[in-house]
């Protein structure tokens, strides 16, 4: 399918509404730093792959999209919101940016953004999206409230395309090569196109890539600009190898200051230019670039001398080495700052019993029996029993994973240790 440009847009479209829905939104004005935004992390599932993406669910210590800390059920999203809301007045803005995309997840998705809307009718939501899905998306954004909508557009070129997205998942069939990025673009503009015209404020990403769409920007631009797109934010590629992204595996360098700066003034011809854009977390909460410690802030009266009861999935009992769905027995421990106490080993009917893939027919839903433990320790978990736990009040680490048993106590140990001196800001579980 050719998709083409609509006429040339007005410049000035910042109406009344717009501007209103502009003051408050610190992400697409740079007046609004003044005001706090949070997002979000409920949308784990992605229906594309992008070659500078790896998402972590388990990490503290990366500051970039696609990262989170803990996954959230919607219930646990209103109530962090309510929460947040009570410390930080000036959160005006909640998002939902993944750590997937949250319109391949849209009963997490829609369900989270009406159980805010009850809390407060004010509040600004907003989506960011690859825009697969968001033709189909679009008219229940619109009904659940949505003004503010982000969406990540790399290219208009296919053949540029193919070189940053390996496959795109699509009316059951996964893409791949021209196919996949042409299906990609098609369906961003036909998104983008129907969003400006049900009156959303549109914003577009697009990561500056050297030597794959850096000279593409100019013309991507313009065509946004044709569009009617309100804001333009070119960032730059986070390619740090050890965040383990192709790109960063493959040696792709990011672009410099200077690069940057050179394409943000191309695109600038035909577009207005954000400039200020943080590349947050998809669990970041506060003003850009001042990010609250959500984890003290949900739990500021943390009783950090109790023991924690851990139980560990292990296969050779001296490795954290095993799948949680297929534990059927856990090593246990009690662990304070001052002692690592062995207990006895805990018994239950596991969770996959099954394939290896866990198919759901095969799952044991209830996890009530493991709910006396403060944590668990595995080398992997499925996203369904993850949430479910959290939902019990267990955390699940995997940070550990294939790590010795002793040593991942050992620092959990310390870091309830640096506690208790407050000598550390990390929750427990959330330090490596």
Request: charged share 20%.
């Amino acid at each position: 399918m050719t998709i083409q440009a609509l006429g040339e847009q007005p410049k000035d479209t910042k109406t009344q509404e717009q501007a209103a829905l502009v003051e408050k939104h610190p992400c697409f004005s740079k007046e609004g730093h003044r005001y706090a935004r949070m997002h979000l992390p409920v949308a784990p599932a992605c229906n594309i792959q992008c070659n500078y993406c790896n998402r972590k669910f388990d990490c503290s210590n990366e500051t970039r999209p696609g990262v989170v800390s803990k996954l959230l059920s919607p219930a646990m999203a209103a109530r962090r919101f309510q929460k947040v809301k009570q410390h930080v007045p000036e959160t005006q803005v909640v998002g939902i940016a993944g750590p997937g995309d949250p319109l391949a997840n849209p009963k997490a998705t829609l369900a989270s953004l009406k159980a805010i809307a009850k809390v407060d009718s004010e509040v600004h939501l907003c989506i960011s999206t690859n825009g697969l899905a968001l033709p189909d998306q679009l008219d229940d954004l619109i009904a659940a409230g949505v003004k503010h909508l982000t969406i990540t557009i790399n290219c208009i070129d296919a053949d540029i395309g193919q070189k940053i997205y390996p496959w795109v998942y699509f009316n059951q069939q996964r893409l791949r090569g021209r196919k996949a990025a042409q299906t990609l673009i098609d369906r961003q503009l036909i998104g983008l196109e129907a969003a400006i015209k049900a009156g959303m404020l549109v914003k577009v990403n697009t990561v500056l890539i050297p030597g794959i769409n850096d000279h593409h920007i100019e013309a991507l631009a313009e065509e946004l600009g044709r569009y009617g797109a309100f804001i333009h934010n070119v960032m730059p590629l986070i390619s740090d190898p050890a965040h383990g992204t192709y790109f960063g595996l493959m040696g792709q360098r990011g672009p410099t200051k200077e690069e940057l700066d050179n394409a943000r003034a191309l695109a600038g011809q035909s577009m207005s230019q954000m400039t200020h854009c943080q590349q947050c977390r998809a669990d970041a909460v506060g003003k850009l670039g001042q990010d609250i410690d959500i984890a003290a802030l949900e739990n500021p009266t943390a009783n950090t001398s109790k023991p924690l009861h851990i139980a560990i999935a292990t296969k050779s009992k001296l490795l954290i080495d095993q799948h949680f769905g297929h534990a059927s027995e856990f090593s246990t421990y009690l662990v304070s700052a001052d002692s690592i106490e062995k207990q006895a080993d805990f018994s239950w009917q596991q969770y996959c019993s099954g394939s290896d893939e866990c198919e759901p027919e095969s799952q044991q839903k209830d996890l009530s029996a493991l709910n006396h433990f403060d944590q668990i320790l595995c080398s992997r978990i499925g996203l369904a029993p993850k949430q479910e736990l959290a939902e019990l009040g267990v955390e699940v680490v995997t940070q550990y994973a294939l790590r010795d048993i002793e040593q991942a106590l050992s620092a959990i140990q310390q870091q309830l240790q640096a506690q208790r001196s407050k000598a550390s800001p990390c929750s427990v579980g959330e330090c490596g």
